[in-house]
Structure formats: C-alpha cells, structure tokens
C-alpha cells in the first residue's frame, strides 16, 4: 500500500540552528502539508501546498519556516532558526485531487530544539 | 469561539460497548469532515471520510454529520481493546486547503 514517508524520524538540534524535514508524498497525490503536534497537544495546521505554491498557511508558519518542492518527489520543511517552542513531531501529509481533505499522513519527525 | 471543539477525555469504556465520540464546530463553510484515529507516537491515520450531511457506515466505525447543528459524531459499535487510541476529529472547506483537527478524545476499552 503506497504510503507517505518522513525522514528523519529524529532530529536533535541547537537552538538557532537550521533545520531541513523531508516527506515524500504518495506518488498520484496533488496536495501537500506540514502539521505540527507539540507534546500531549493537538494536531496544527502549518501549511498546505499546491501546484508549486503556498495554498494556505497558518500564523505559526512564519517567516522562519519555508517549505519546498525541489523535485517531483520530494516536499520539504525548512526551518531557518529554530527556538526551542519549535520542539514537536512534524507530520506531513497528501491528499489527491479527487479526494480533497482525504490526508494521508507520514510517520512524523520529532524534532528537539536544545 | 474555537473553530473546531473536542471533548478530550479521557474516555474508559468496557469491550463490546458502543462508544459515541463527538465534535462540534462554528465556521459553516466546513464541507468535508473526517475522523482519524492516532496511537501514541505516530501519525493520524484515516478512519471515516465524508463531504456534507448524512451517514456512512463502514463495518464497526458510522459517522453522523448534522451541518444544520454544525455536529458530527463517530460512534463504534462492539468496541476491542485495539480500538484504544486518540481519536480526532477533522474538517474543511471546500477548498481543502486547511484541514483543522480538533484536540482528540482518549478512549480506552477495558477488556
């Protein structure tokens, strides 16, 4: 069953430093996002991604955070200067075009911010 | 107003009940509504998907949708002890390009 995958499943870091997460979509899907779950909190929207731009973002998702397509495979996370509130699993997800809010989503990558 | 509001649990019921898990939101352009069901430590996965009102029914798992009272519901019927998990409640517009999840409610079924 095709599915959604996340690399790194871990990632300690220090606080400032820049931070790439990697989410390979399902390969037919057409929407792509990041959510952001801090721990024992619900599940955050960031932003959503679509035809190579930016479909909507959240006040969380500011100028710190960007978000790329560098390929036909790959979606990618970036945090420039992490704080140590970035602390928190980042889950990726897709959807396709026929089934708009049908979320597929990734195993997550925690992330720790030192 | 939250857009989006979850009873969180938690929620301790014995195997084989019924279990009735619910959501209520305010923004009435929402037209998709999905549940998802989440274990410690990983990622939401899909459990119910519906566009507008009405009912689905998939084996143990229905969902309600009342758009007039801006309600949904999950219920599952002859509940198993691997049914303990996070459940999430999940919503859009037509556009899709937000989904906003409530907090989860914990459910635990008691062998």
Known sequence: EPEVTQTPSHQVTQMGQEVILRCVPISNHLYFYWYRQILGQKVEFLVSFYNNEISEKSEIFDDQFSVERPDGSNFTLKIRSTKLEDSAMYFCASSERDRPGELFFGEGSRLTVL | ?111
């Open chain 2, 1 to 111: 107003q939250k857009e989006v509001e979850q009873d969180p649990g938690p929620l301790s019921v014995p195997e084989g009940a019924i279990v009735s898990l619910n959501c209520t939101y305010s923004n009435s352009a929402f037209q998709y509504f999905m549940w998802y069901r989440q274990y410690s430590r990983k990622g939401p996965e899909l459990l119910m998907y519906t566009y507008s009102s009405g009912n689905k029914e998939d084996g143990r798992f229905t969902a309600q949708v009342d758009k007039s009272s801006k309600y949904i519901s999950l219920f599952i019927r002859d509940s198993q002890p691997s049914d303990s998990a996070t459940y999430l409640c999940a919503m859009g517009d037509s556009s899709a390009s937000k989904i906003i999840f409530g907090s989860g409610t914990r459910l635990s079924i008691r062998p």
